[in-house]
């Protein structure tokens, strides 16, 4: 597996895109790359080679709102490799939340990946609902951490212990954004 480091991905961008705007919609991404197709021809060339080069089978996103991995599913070479987002938020939802997050997914369809993993059949409906995917192309696969947590709570519910409570907080920016 080659993990390609944040100050590895930040030269690579200089290089062709000198400084990237920020985004606020996937809209905003798309007119970028067509407003700017010589550079991302290039770019595309340029991934191209290196997933040659490196003998890569498929490139791994961390989430699907990530407006920059966008521009590198916008310009991986189909041909020789497959595009993957795991998608990590879970969507249990109400309601009008969920028609919120149609809505949002909505304007936003057509992403270039090939496979999304989510964790859950709420995710995978609105995401097939808003077109970002073909059905055969989400998979739902539960929580993806947690399946160790999981197994030793199963292991432990018929002893005596004293029990012990995990919690887990994330706070805003903690992905290192």
Known sequence: MLVL???????IDSIFFKKLPKFENFREVKKFVFD?????????????????????????????HYKHDYLYAECYPKDYCKFLTIHRECLHASEPMKKILLEFWKSNSNYPGDFLIVQNKHAANIFHKANLFKKKEIFNLGCLRMQSLIEKVNKLQNNKETKKILLFSFTYGADGL
């Open 5 to 11: 480091p944040d100050i590895l991905q930040y030269f």
């Open 36 to 64: 700017n197709k010589e550079t991302f021809n290039n770019f595309s060339k340029f991934l191209e080679s290196f997933i040659k080069y490196n003998n890569i089978s498929f490139i791994v996103s961390p989430s699907l």
